[in-house]
């Protein structure tokens, strides 16, 4: 897993920028008042699935980073001091 890099920093980057996106589509669904029903109806649909999918990151960012500390901490105890 280190030698061919944690993917923790790339969820982490792409939930950044799935979380970002959700909340700036819901800013312009609260904001806007004279929006068609089949917009407003496609940018509820989109910023609850960038919502999702950021949230799903995020917890996968969590378990990649858990899991290298883990990984670190066992190599530190196997490596005499």
């Not at 920093?9 to 068609?36: D, K, R």
């Not at 290298?68 to 001091?81: A, D, M």
């Amino acid at each position: 897993m280190l030698c061919q890099g944690a993917p923790g920093s790339v969820f982490l980057n792409i939930a950044i920028f799935c979380i970002s996106s959700g909340l700036s589509l819901l800013a312009v669904l609260l904001t806007t008042e004279n929006m068609q029903p089949e917009l407003r109806t496609v940018f509820s649909i989109v910023a609850v699935m960038f919502g999702t999918a950021g949230a799903v990151l995020i917890i996968l960012w969590g378990r990649a980073f858990l899991e290298v500390g883990r990984l670190v901490k066992k190599i530190k105890e196997r490596s005499p001091t």
